[in-house]
């Protein structure tokens, strides 16, 4: 069983959760970032690479024997927070497909770059599959 962590008299946020609480074996998924499982990547537009990301996500947590259900940490790298910004139309969307809740602990950091050069996004995510 998983708990979004809301302090009394705090304001429930908008997209996230302020903190989690679960129990259970852990999964670690590495930042998946916007190219297909051939390492290819076929937009550059950052809403696509957003919904490529998280799809990249969602299929390794399967193979670890997970679901978004258990995604309890996820942290979001990316190039520019105005872009970013931008397409949170369409993020949300991809993320209410793909992912289908919002009671997980999440920051999104603006960096300068990522390793690969048309990476526009990064997620890295954390999961516990209850007992």
């Known amino acids: 069983m998983k708990q979004a962590l809301l302090p009394e008299g705090w304001r429930r946020p908008k997209g ?19 190219w297909d499982a051939n390492e290819t ?3 550059d537009d950052f809403g696509g690479q ?10 390794v947590l399967a193979a670890g024997g997970a679901e978004p259900r ?3 940490r996820m942290t979001w790298y990316v190039t ?13 969307k991809a993320f209410r497909e793909l992912i289908g809740h919002y009671d997980i602990a999440m920051s999104a950091v603006q960096v ?20």
């Open 16 to 34: 996230y959760a302020n903190g989690v609480a679960t129990r259970g074996r852990q999964v670690f998924v590495a930042g998946m970032i916007g």
């Open 41 to 43: 990547f076929h937009t």
């Open 50 to 59: 957003a919904r490529q990301a998280l799809h990249n996500v969602v299929a």
């Open 70 to 72: 258990h995604i309890t």
């Open 80 to 92: 520019d927070k105005r872009e970013y910004l931008a397409a949170l139309p369409e993020i949300g």
């Open 112 to 131: 300068v770059a990522l390793m690969e050069d048309r990476a526009k996004v990064e997620i890295e995510v954390s999961a516990v599959v209850p007992d």
